[in-house]
Nanobody, 124 residues
Framework: QVPLVESGGGSVQAGGSMRLSCEYNYRWNYIVWFHQAPGKEREVVAGIATFDSTTNYADSVKGRFTISKDLPKKVVYLQMNSLKPEDTGMYYC????????????????????WGQGTQVTVSS
């Protein structure tokens, strides 16, 4: 069974909004969204602690993106507003974190479970 499944990607014009979903099948403590732009490294976008409401955001998305969770449904959402062309790329959710969350949450090597990703295209 796939541990993480992303959905909700698609195409939108700059300034538009989109909501991504990450369905998970295990009680991970932390679930995080990463973004990989074409030809670039995968970088963290936002993360959430599923046992409380602690959230973290990359500076580039603060004020535009919101991460949230629905525990009974086992889904983590990424609401993306005021989208920019540079937000284009694949979005992956990750889990099974190992490390110190408050200082290492942004490091992709600390996550061992990944989804297949969902494509987001923002046109100017």
């Amino acid at each position: 069974q796939v541990p993480l499944v992303e959905s909700g990607g698609g195409s939108v014009q700059a300034g538009g909004s989109m909501r991504l979903s990450c369905e998970y099948n295990y009680r991970w403590n932390y679930i995080v969204w990463f973004h990989q732009a074409p030809g670039k490294e995968r970088e963290v976008v936002a993360g959430i602690a599923t046992f409380d409401s602690t959230t973290n955001y990359a500076d580039s998305v603060k004020g535009r993106f919101t991460i949230s969770k629905d525990l009974p449904k086992k889904v983590v959402y990424l609401q993306m507003n005021s989208l920019k062309p540079e937000d284009t790329g694949m979005y992956y959710c990750a889990a099974d974190f190992n490390g110190l969350w408050h200082v290492e949450w942004h490091q992709r090597e600390n996550y061992s479970k990944w989804g297949q990703g969902t494509q987001v295209t923002v046109s100017s």
